[in-house]
């Protein structure tokens, strides 16, 4: 007898994707990055100090950056324009210095081999992002954690000064700093393209804050390739 098979009601569909991102620290100042600075009073210290974001409050800034795109937000857009311009740039420079280390640490005799520095306990984080800029972000701060460790390795084995590798450390910090900063002033309002257009309540509010939004970002020429796709972003643009 031929085997028989009761038809399908409805087509089968695989459950909801999961994936975990574990991410390895090894240097203190990559991990003094990632923790971020509060800021301090010019009471309680002699010198006054800014606050330094750390990287979970730039991944929850970049997500919320994300959701007001993704509702059909210009001033959300813009942000993820430049926040994606800021990370590529920032990358750039601490890719460049390393590869700056690698040339110096190429130069040793042949007949040397250096193994690569680590941490003998570095820490270990779950990292989780609403957006893919936030997990970007991420990126760049492993980035200049290789940084650290190589300017390090170099340092220790003479390969550089001690002036040299403060200077790889600031560079590499100072990048991520930038993008730190851009996000930090990532203000979230309630308002759409269609409020900014027809200059509604909201829109007047939102430009009076927060100026107004680059026309190209409200004529849909200039869009971030993280940015959501929204009716408001893809009409007659």
């Known amino acids: 007898m031929a085997e028989q098979t009761s038809p399908q009601t409805s087509p089968r569909r695989s459950g909801g994707l999961v994936s975990t991102l574990t991410v390895e620290l090894h240097s203190h100042y990559a991990i003094r990055l990632w923790e971020g600075r509060n800021r301090s009073d010019e009471k309680d210290n002699k010198e006054y100090r800014h606050k330094i974001p750390g990287m ?4 929850a800034r970049a997500g919320y950056a994300g959701r007001d795109a993704a509702a059909g937000n210009p001033y959300g857009d813009e942000f993820l ?15 460049e210095q390393v590869r700056i280390i690698a040339k110096i ?15 003998s306990e570095p820490l270990n984080l779950d990292v989780f992002s609403r957006s893919p800029l936030g997990y970007r972000c991420v990126w760049l701060l492993v980035h200049y954690d290789q940084l650290a460790l190589k300017a390090f390795g170099a340092f220790h084995y003479g390969l ?3 002036s040299q590798r403060d200077q790889f450390l600031e ?17 979230s309002m309630p308002v759409t393209y269609e409020d900014i257009r027809n200059k509604t309540a909201r829109g007047l509010a939102a430009i009076k804050r927060l100026g107004e939004p680059d026309p190209a970002v409200m004529s849909g020429e200039k869009r971030s390739s993280f940015s959501p796709l929204t009716a408001d972003t893809s009409e007659d643009n």
């Open 105 to 119: 640490t190429a130069a040793i005799p042949a007949g040397i081999t250096i193994s690569d520095v680590t941490s």
């Open 56 to 59: 979970p409050e730039a991944i």
């Open 171 to 187: 560079t590499g910090s100072k990048a991520v700093r930038v993008v730190y900063g851009l996000i930090q002033n990532y203000l």
């Open 160 to 162: 550089i000064n001690r």
């Open 81 to 95: 324009v430049n926040l994606e311009e800021a990370i590529r740039l920032a990358t750039k420079k601490v890719e």
